[in-house]
């Protein structure tokens, strides 16, 4: 279970930076597309929200 939230985390992490490389904002309007820490943080989190709910 643990092993599954940590690849949820690193997998999630990893999409959320690839959402920031491919689709971000570069003029920094947008809050979440704009600043790639705030994108691969809210990745993570789905990523391990999503790991914890799956069985």
């Known amino acids: 279970m643990i092993l599954r939230i940590i690849i949820g985390i690193i997998v999630g ?4 930076f690839g959402w920031y490389k491919l689709v971000g904002c570069s003029t920094g309007a947008c809050p979440l597309t704009s600043n790639p820490v ?3 943080i809210y ?5 391990a ?4 709910n799956s069985h």
């Open 13 to 16: 992490g990893g999409l959320g």
């Open 38 to 40: 705030i994108t691969i």
């Open 43 to 47: 990745g993570a989190v789905l990523g």
């Open 49 to 52: 929200l999503l790991a914890s």
